[in-house]
C-alpha cells in the first residue's frame, strides 16, 4: 500500500458544553490541535438547500484514547470549511494510518 500524502493541515475539534450560568449549557466547539492529512473527495448528495459531500481524510494514526486521535462525533476544519467525522478506522493492518469518513455539508 502507498505512503498517503498528507499535505493538508487541519484543526480537530470536538463539541464542548458549557454552563450557561441559568441552569443550562451552551454548546461551543474546542481545538484539540492541528493534524496533517491526505483528503479524497467521494460522493456528494443534493438534499434541497443543503449538499453534502462525503470525504476520506487519511491522518497519522494516534493510540485509542489519546487526545489526537479523532472520533466520530469531532469535526475537522479548513479555513471555514467542516467536516463533520462519522467514523474512524485503521487503513491497515500496521496501524500506521487512520482514515476519518465524513461529511461536508455546504448550505446553498
Not at 38 to 63: E, F, L
Not at 101 to 108: G, L, V, Y
Request: net charge positive.
Amino acid at each position: 500500500m502507498a505512503t498517503p500524502d498528507l499535505n493538508v493541515q487541519l484543526a480537530l475539534e470536538t463539541p464542548d458544553r458549557r454552563a450557561d450560568g441559568m441552569g443550562g449549557y451552551v454548546s461551543a466547539w474546542r481545538r484539540l490541535g492541528l493534524l496533517w492529512a491526505g483528503m479524497d473527495a467521494g460522493s456528494a448528495k443534493d438534499q434541497g438547500a443543503i449538499s453534502t459531500v462525503r470525504w476520506k481524510i487519511t491522518t497519522r494514526a494516534a493510540p485509542v484514547g489519546d487526545a489526537r486521535r479523532p472520533q466520530a462525533g469531532q469535526r475537522l476544519r479548513l479555513g471555514g470549511r467542516l467536516f463533520l467525522i462519522e467514523a474512524v478506522a485503521e487503513q491497515d493492518a500496521r496501524g500506521s494510518y487512520l482514515v476519518c469518513h465524513a461529511r461536508e455539508e455546504d448550505p446553498t
